[in-house]
C-alpha cells in the first residue's frame, strides 16, 4: 500500500511552466520624430494664443466665462420651450385620438369601455392644457417640488424611462446593423 501512495505522489507533483518567447511584429517602425515636430509645429500658435489669453487680465476671462454661461442658459431655454410646445402639441393630438376612438371602442366593446376612454382623453387634455399654461422654468420648479416631496417615486420613474430610452437606442443601433 505503501508503494501505491508513493507512485501516485510522483505523478501529481507538476512541472514548472515555461515560457514560449513572444512572436515578433514584422512591421516597420516610423520615424516618429518627424511626425511630432510637425504637429508641435502646427500647434505652436494655438499654444501662444492660449497663453496670451491666460496672461490677459482676469476680469476678461470672467466676462467671457459669463457671456458664455448666459448664452448657453439662453440656447438651453429656447431648446426646452420649443420642447415644451412641441410636447403639448403632441399631447393634444394624442387627446383628440383618443377621443375619436372612444365611438370606435363603444361599437366594438362597449359603451362603459368608451367612456373609460372618454375620461382617458379628458385627462390627457387637461394635462396638454396645464402644461401649455406654464412656462418652463414653473414646470422645471413644479418637478423639483415633486422629487423632493416623493423621492421614491422620481427614482422609479427615472430608471423606468432610462430603460425605455435604453431599449429605443438599442433598436436603433439594431435596425442599423442590419
Do not use: W
Not at 15 to 37: F, H, I, L, M, Y
Request: hydrophobic content about 35%; overall charge positive.
Amino acid at each position: 500500500m505503501a508503494e501505491v501512495k508513493k507512485s501516485t505522489a510522483k505523478t501529481t507533483a507538476k512541472k514548472p511552466a515555461t515560457k514560449k518567447p513572444a512572436a515578433k511584429k514584422t512591421t516597420a517602425t516610423k520615424d516618429t520624430s518627424e511626425v511630432r515636430s510637425t504637429k508641435a509645429q502646427k500647434a505652436a500658435p494655438l499654444k501662444a494664443g492660449a497663453t496670451k489669453a491666460a496672461a490677459a487680465s482676469p476680469d476678461a476671462s470672467a466676462n467671457t466665462t459669463g457671456d458664455f454661461k448666459e448664452r448657453a442658459v439662453s440656447k438651453a431655454k429656447s431648446a426646452a420651450s420649443q420642447g415644451k410646445e412641441r410636447t403639448g402639441t403632441a399631447i393634444e393630438n394624442l387627446s383628440k385620438m383618443i377621443e375619436d376612438s372612444a365611438k370606435t371602442i363603444d361599437d366594438n366593446v362597449g359603451e362603459k369601455y368608451g367612456n373609460y376612454a372618454r375620461s382617458a382623453a379628458d385627462a390627457v387634455s387637461s394635462f396638454a392644457e396645464k402644461l401649455n399654461s406654464k412656462e418652463v422654468d414653473e414646470i422645471v420648479e413644479d418637478a423639483r417640488e415633486y422629487v423632493r416631496k416623493s423621492p421614491a417615486v422620481a427614482i422609479g420613474a427615472a430608471a423606468v424611462v432610462g430603460f425605455l430610452v435604453s431599449r429605443l437606442i438599442k433598436s436603433g443601433m439594431d435596425d442599423n446593423d442590419a
